[in-house]
């Protein structure tokens, strides 16, 4: 099992940044793409980055130029940089993992439990 905490929700302005963390534990071999999600009151969660163990990267149209992924390897965190906030970013912000491992080898997807992102006018 793969364990993924967020960090660094929170309050903003309108233009302001915010600095997500998501931390892996547990059985964490074999990670592989990691990427963030969010999900907006009454709609459906959506992609909002990814990344590959080789960095990788792909976004989601609307926060190409304002967020970045990144992620560290050795300790088994990914990041969202998030810069130019707009009131539409307001959403809880997933975390997600896919992990293969297994004989026959299986894809497992992990999220994490969510952070607060509120961008206010």
């Known amino acids: 099992q793969v364990q993924l905490v967020e960090s660094g929700g929170g309050l903003v302005q309108v233009g302001g940044s915010l600095r997500l963390s998501c931390v892996a534990s547990?059985?964490?071999?074999?990670?592989?793409?990691m990427g963030w999600y969010r999900q907006a009151p009454g709609k459906e969660r959506d992609l909002v980055a990814t990344?590959?163990?080789?960095?990788?990267?792909n976004y989601v149209d609307s926060v190409k130029g304002r967020f970045t992924i990144s992620r560290d390897n050795a300790k088994n965190t990914v990041y969202l940089q998030m810069n130019s906030l707009q009131p539409e970013d307001t959403a809880v912000y997933y975390c997600?993992?896919?992990?293969?491992?297994?004989?026959?080898?299986?894809?497992?997807?992990?999220w994490g439990q969510g952070t607060q992102v509120t961008v206010s006018a």
């Open positions: 997600r993992a896919e992990q293969t491992r297994g004989l026959p080898p299986r894809q497992h997807i992990y």
């Open positions: 990344i590959t163990t080789g960095g990788n990267t």
């Open positions: 547990g059985s964490i071999f074999s990670i592989g793409q």
